[in-house]
């Protein structure tokens, strides 16, 4: 028998062993991104790599997305690691060999690094099977994270049958290579996307009585959403309202005729989302009644919270501990209010993610989203070692034959 400590050692030895090669795999994604909803190069790429392992990936409708199985189907079912492979609509300032080459595109979140540690977690699983380890686990590489797509794409390319918990992780800016930061419950918020449309009499800015003042109309209707939606919920149950964008008229004499609004709502429960709907409502009614004119509020994609199942954050937490040590493995205190499409998944399966450092002592720490974001790739080893030894079956603690 090798104990818990023997397969972690075999797991972070291995998780070296292919360092390189999963360093390759990051440059190469990060030097060709892709857009959410055209992975196509990226996922082509990801399946030349996986079937050099000596696997069989299947492919996901519209051949966006992909995923595999290594070591043989238990009655438990398997456990999947699920990384993201999308880019976002940013011109990169990286200052690399490795910086992306598509003009207004980049991976400015990681999601290269996610999809190049799920391959170190492949490569790891697939020499342990080989070498009689019981290894019952999927890697499901998906698209169009960033708009909260690709998690439904996947479940309906099913890339969830036979499997019975899920796990997965994001890189940090935050935290310094060599720590990772998890927490039980809810981990990230869900979110609405919602748009507002307002229509009316238009005139001549000489004689706004006449008129609906649309631009009026639009400014109150902002101004008593950011001041009555927080005071409508309970303090203790956080909710981020944001407009990210309106627009009405076109010449500073005329009243205009329409304006439109867009932005999101971020909750961390169901409850929350609802009340927060329905003050929503009421004050689309209250501006159409002042002002004379229809509201027309709508909503779009919804992204539900990310809640961090107990079990599966144990064993995360655990293989984390393992790795790196007691004293490198922190609590997070309080949920993102940020979305995480793996959320569709976790709704499906038992399901926990987590955080890895990526800042190091020169690369690492420039904050996600944005142009210059970039990481220190002695976290992708790491990455790949937890990833792998939490989804061995019976956990990282467990013996093995």
């Not at 409502?281 to 539900?304: F, M, N, W």
Request: hydrophobic share 40%.
């Amino acid at each position: 028998m090798k104990t818990a400590e023997d397969l972690q050692d075999r797991v972070t030895s291995l998780s070296q062993k292919h360092a390189i090669k999963t360093r390759e795999v990051r440059r190469y994604i990060h030097r060709y991104p892709e857009l959410s909803g055209y992975e196509y190069r990226t996922t082509e790429f990801l399946a030349e790599i996986i079937t050099d392992l000596g696997l069989k990936p299947t492919m996901a409708e519209d051949n966006r997305g992909l995923f595999v199985d290594i070591g043989d189907a238990c009655e438990l079912g398997r456990t999947a690691i699920r990384a993201d492979i999308d880019a976002l609509p940013i011109q990169t300032m990286v200052q690399h060999d490795y910086a992306s080459g598509t003009d207004q595109v980049m991976h400015a979140c990681g999601h290269d690094a996610h999809a190049a540690m799920a391959y170190g977690a492949a490569a790891v699983l697939t020499e342990l099977a080989r070498d009689g380890i019981a290894v019952n686990s999927r890697i499901i590489f998906q698209p169009a994270e960033e708009t909260s797509r690709g998690g439904l794409h996947m479940i309906r390319s099913g890339a969830l049958q036979g499997v019975h918990s899920a796990i997965a992780l994001h890189v940090d800016p935050t935290r310094p290579v060599g720590t990772i930061g998890i927490r039980e419950g809810a981990f990230t918020a869900g979110c609405d996307l919602f748009t507002v449309e307002l229509t009316g009499q238009g005139g001549h800015g000489a004689r706004p009585h006449l008129t609906g003042d649309l631009v009026g109309a639009a400014a109150q209707w902002v101004t008593d959403i950011y001041r009555r939606v927080p005071r409508a919920i309970d303090a203790r149950d956080a909710v981020v309202i944001n407009v990210g964008s309106l627009h009405t008229g076109n010449a500073p004499n005329v009243v205009p005729s329409s304006a439109s609004l867009s932005g999101t709502l971020r909750t961390l429960s169901s409850d929350s989302a609802e009340q927060a709907k329905e003050m929503m409502a009421e004050i689309s009614r209250s501006i159409a009644s002042i002002h004379s004119c229809k509201v027309d509020l709508q909503y779009g994609q919804h992204t539900p919270p990310v809640i961090n199942e107990a079990a599966v954050t144990r064993r995360l937490r655990q293989a984390a501990v393992d790795v790196l040590g007691d004293a490198n493995v922190r609590d997070i205190a309080q949920p993102s209010m940020g979305a995480e499409d793996f959320s569709f998944m976790a709704q499906q399966v038992p399901a926990a993610m987590f955080r890895l450092g990526v800042a190091g002592i020169d690369l690492g720490s420039e904050p996600l989203h944005t142009p210059k974001f970039d990481i220190d790739e002695s976290a992708l080893p790491i990455g790949a070692s937890v990833l792998a030894l939490a989804a061995i079956p019976d956990g990282p603690r467990g013996t093995v034959a």
